[in-house]
């Protein structure tokens, strides 16, 4: 049986230094997580010796923003020195507070896989309109030099995804977007692939990320994916093949989410914490794991049932799958017999 809960997310941060129009977090608990429960989660995390494949030091709002973002970071460096942790760290970022000392952390400590750039525009009034209190030429700026840098010390990770959620605010510059981070990967010489779906294979390339826009509004949800699945068809020149199952959700399965105050969530689109799972401020990380709370919310999922769960019944993500199709398969399969 392969491995499930292959990311573990941890919310260093939920509160943020922009006021974006797509927004859907409502709740925002405690802004900084403390570093003593930081440092609790570790040695739960040690002790139960389980290695995941991804680390993010995210959930809600910029992570940039805690004021001992790079404390938290060295202290997981050096417990993960072996590798034992997880195997590489991700996370997203809107960019305006990377500076040069931090690219230049992140980039020696060899242990980031991947960094997401929220970016969603190319021209200044529409990143202004969209991604209220940032500043779009101090993030091209900021987004180039690390990528300077990484080509300075010859590395070629962590990949770069440079993200661009679709709306109708931004649909008409999607493709000056492309053009824009299109020329200046051609001129630095280093490639860069245009996705729709996340790519987790270990050898992807940087990227541009066009996704979907998730609202709870219905109406909404459905003219934004029509916007999506009409760039998707003028880029690929094909139709979009959305593969999820139809009442199972991959989320759960993929990852699990300790909010800044200790509260263990087993998906990142529950936003206002209504599927708590435990708290690791009172519990060990890994009895939550293998606890009842998770245990029924898969199960309902493998058996087709995720509507019977309020939260994922009005959910309006995942678009697409997070987790292999096969992996899904053969947890169904092993449920069924
Ligand atoms: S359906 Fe939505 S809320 Fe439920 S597990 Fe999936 S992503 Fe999370």
């Known amino acids: 049986m392969k491995k499930i809960l292959q990311t573990i997310m941890i919310e260093i941060n939920n509160s943020c230094n922009l006021s974006c129009i797509m927004c859907m977090i409502k709740n925002r608990p405690k802004p900084f997580m403390e570093f003593s429960l930081f440092k609790k989660i570790l040695s739960d995390w040690q002790e139960s010796g389980r290695c995941f494949d991804l680390f993010m030091p995210f959930f809600r709002g910029e992570p940039l923003l805690h004021p001992q973002f790079i404390e938290f970071l060295r202290l997981f460096f050096e417990k993960n020195k072996d590798y034992t942790l997880a195997k590489s760290i991700a996370f997203d970022t809107n960019a305006n507070l990377l500076d040069k000392d931090l690219s230049d952390i992140i980039l020696t400590s060899r242990q980031f896989s991947t960094i997401t750039f929220s970016i969603d525009a190319i021209k200044e009034n529409t990143y202004e309109n969209i991604r209220k209190g940032g500043n779009l030429n101090k993030v091209i700026k900021n987004i180039k030099d690390f990528i300077q840098l990484r080509k300075e010390y010859g590395f070629s990770f962590p990949k770069i995804r440079l993200q661009f959620i679709v709306m109708p605010e931004n649909i008409n510059e999607a493709k000056e977007f492309l053009n824009f981070w299109k020329s200046y990967f051609k001129e630095i010489n280093i490639i860069l692939d245009i996705i729709f779906e996340y790519d987790t294979s270990e050898n992807s390339n940087d990227c541009i990320f066009f996704r979907p826009c998730m609202s709870y509004d219905k109406e909404k949800q459905s003219n934004d994916k029509r916007l999506y699945e009409q760039l998707y068809l003028d880029i690929k020149g094909n139709r979009p093949l959305f593969k999820d199952l139809p009442d199972i959700c991959s989320g759960p399965f993929s990852h699990i989410v300790i909010t800044s105050d200790g509260l263990v969530l087993p998906c990142c689109v529950d936003n206002q914490d209504r599927l708590t799972i435990g708290d ?34 009005d959910c309006p993500g995942q678009f697409f799958p997070v987790i292999d199709e096969s992996i899904l398969k053969e947890l169904i399969d092993k449920y069924e017999n």
């Open 280 to 313: 690791v401020k009172e519990q060990k990380l890994v009895k939550i794991m293998n606890g009842s709370s998770l245990k029924k919310l898969l199960r309902l999922h493998l058996s087709m049932n995720k509507s019977k769960i309020d939260v994922c019944r």
